[in-house]
């Protein structure tokens, strides 16, 4: 162990990835695991889209080497749906990812050098702090609602830990693990801020699609592209994923970014796994062109409503002094409970008394801080699950 890297030391188990295993147990009613309802994948689409490929003309091609890139067809087709978000671009501001996991990691290696510091929420994405550690950061404290340092004050941060600020990362849209958007005014604000520092910032838009309520803010890198003079000027990093919409298990995620900052990556790519697969990069493509728009139509449906009874359910049993998010979209709401309460202490109550888990929140804070607060799943709480573990979730916090 003595041969090992600085670095290793800051790599942990993800205590989601850890409580996933809870879902195998039949009588655990799980709010923990962040992933879509599988019963709701395009299994059909996607069933005949790889036999048309593999009985067809492309089927040598799909499952030959690909360019480190991506897939040249997917990436046009992404740059067309960035371009109805306000984001002019083609398809070399594009770039495939292994999931947008793999694309944090390639921008934390690509943005950091130990000491250096990157800007996070509290609390923030517990997979963005998994791919940042590995590369020896300090993180200090971004506030996009209002409450940031001056940039003097994160320039002498930085400086006294041995490093620059490199980036700010964030989820503007329906927030893991809050359930939190953004307005617009808070976006210029972050902007604002990166551009004081000349700082990067790291949009990570997996939950984009799945809005509920209300009307959407416009991206992050759209606003920086308008402000800036178009994506090659923008310091906004966009990162996308399927995985929250069509399918996981496929792995495809995708940049949107300036040219020089795709060139670095294809580096990344060619000395890391040369390319995504890409039999499952011509497979998403068939079933995007397909079904993306009907498909994100029908999991808001399905969606919205195991939201709302979730939220019904806290109103009816929570104790007085818990309060939550009441997130417009996405997966997750996120609960506040009296100072005092630790949430990791519950768990283990609420898995033995009430087979019921959930994510303890600190798990999300770079500081391990939060450890009042808890986040809870809705995409695969049914009725049953939601009439059965919110009430008894209630009860142990009573008792």
Same mark, same amino acid.
């Given at each position: 162990?003595?041969?090992?890297?600085?670095?290793?030391?800051?790599?942990?188990?993800?205590?989601?990835? &850890?409580?996933?295993?809870?879902?195998?147990?039949?009588?655990?009613?799980?709010?923990?695991?962040?992933?879509?309802?599988?019963?709701?994948?395009?299994?059909?689409?996607?069933?005949?889209?790889?036999?048309?490929?593999?009985?067809?003309?492309?089927?040598?091609?799909?499952?030959?080497? *690909?360019?480190?890139?991506?897939? $040249?067809?997917?990436?046009?087709? @992404?740059?067309? *749906?960035?371009?109805?978000?306000?984001?002019?671009?083609? &398809?070399?501001?594009?770039?495939?990812?292994?999931?947008?996991? *793999?694309?944090? !990691?390639?921008?934390?290696?690509?943005? $950091?050098?130990?000491?250096?510091?990157?800007?996070?929420?509290?609390?923030?994405?517990?997979?963005?702090?998994?791919?940042?550690?590995?590369?020896?950061?300090?993180?200090?404290?971004?506030?996009?609602?209002?409450?940031? %340092?001056?940039?003097?004050?994160?320039?002498?941060?930085?400086?006294?830990?041995?490093?620059?600020?490199?980036?700010?990362? @964030?989820?503007? !849209?329906?927030?893991?693990?809050?359930?939190?958007?953004?307005?617009?005014?808070?976006? &210029?604000?972050? $902007?604002?801020?990166?551009?004081?520092?000349?700082?990067?910032?790291?949009? !990570?838009?997996?939950?984009?699609?799945?809005?509920?309520?209300?009307?959407?803010?416009?991206?992050?890198?759209?606003?920086?592209?308008?402000?800036?003079?178009?994506?090659?000027?923008?310091? =906004? $990093?966009?990162?996308?994923?399927?995985?929250?919409?069509?399918?996981?298990?496929?792995?495809?995620?995708?940049?949107?970014?300036?040219?020089?900052?795709?060139?670095?990556?294809?580096?990344?790519?060619?000395?890391?796994?040369?390319?995504?697969?890409?039999?499952?990069?011509?497979? %998403?493509?068939?079933?995007?062109?397909?079904?993306?728009?009907?498909?994100?139509?029908?999991?808001? !449906?399905?969606?919205?409503?195991?939201?709302?009874?979730?939220?019904?359910?806290?109103?009816?049993?929570?104790?007085?002094?818990?309060?939550?998010?009441?997130?417009?979209?996405?997966?997750?709401?996120?609960?506040?409970?009296?100072?005092?309460?630790?949430?990791?202490?519950?768990?283990?109550?609420?898995?033995?008394?009430?087979?019921?888990?959930?994510?303890?929140?600190?798990?999300?804070?770079?500081?391990?801080?939060?450890?009042? =607060?808890?986040?809870?799943?809705?995409?695969?709480?049914?009725?049953?699950?939601?009439? &059965?573990?919110?009430?008894?979730?209630?009860?142990?916090?009573?008792?």
């Amino acid at each position: 162990m003595n041969l090992l890297a600085s670095r290793s030391s800051r790599m942990k188990a993800s205590e989601i990835r &850890e409580l996933l295993k809870l879902l195998d147990q039949p009588d655990i009613i799980s709010f923990a695991g962040g992933i879509p309802d599988p019963a709701l994948f395009p299994a059909e689409a996607i069933r005949d889209a790889y036999a048309d490929v593999l009985g067809g003309a492309e089927a040598g091609a799909a499952l030959q080497y *690909q360019v480190s890139e991506g897939y $040249l067809p997917l990436r046009r087709w @992404l740059a067309g *749906q960035m371009g109805k978000l306000g984001v002019a671009c083609d &398809e070399a501001n594009i770039f495939i990812t292994s999931g947008s996991q *793999q694309a944090l !990691d390639y921008l934390g290696k690509l943005f $950091l050098s130990p000491g250096d510091t990157a800007l996070v929420t509290w609390p923030t994405y517990l997979g963005a702090l998994q791919a940042f550690n590995a590369y020896e950061p300090r993180y200090d404290r971004l506030t996009p609602a209002g409450g940031n %340092m001056t940039p003097d004050a994160y320039r002498a941060a930085a400086a006294a830990n041995g490093g620059k600020a490199k980036f700010a990362y @964030l989820v503007p !849209d329906f927030a893991n693990p809050t359930g939190n958007t953004l307005n617009r005014e808070q976006r &210029e604000a972050v $902007l604002d801020l990166a551009g004081e520092l000349d700082i990067a910032v790291l949009e !990570d838009a997996a939950y984009r699609a799945l809005r509920y309520d209300g009307e959407g803010e416009p991206p992050i890198l759209a606003l920086d592209c308008a402000r800036s003079g178009g994506i090659d000027k923008a310091r =906004t $990093l966009y990162c996308g994923s399927f995985s929250k919409i069509l399918s996981p298990g496929m792995r495809v995620g995708w940049v949107c970014a300036a040219r020089h900052i795709v060139e670095k990556l294809v580096l990344m790519k060619q000395a890391s796994d040369l390319h995504s697969p890409s039999i499952n990069q011509v497979v %998403m493509h068939r079933v995007a062109e397909a079904v993306f728009e009907g498909h994100v139509e029908k999991l808001i !449906d399905a969606y919205r409503e195991r939201r709302d009874g979730l939220l019904s359910a806290l109103e009816a049993h929570m104790p007085e002094g818990v309060t939550w998010s009441r997130p417009e979209g996405g997966m997750f709401v996120w609960v506040t409970l009296p100072e005092g309460a630790d949430a990791t202490e519950l768990l283990a109550r609420s898995v033995k008394e009430a087979r019921v888990a959930f994510v303890p929140g600190n798990a999300f804070y770079a500081d391990g801080t939060g450890r009042n =607060t808890l986040r809870l799943s809705f995409t695969l709480a049914d009725r049953r699950a939601v009439s &059965e573990g919110i009430p008894r979730l209630a009860a142990i916090l009573k008792g």
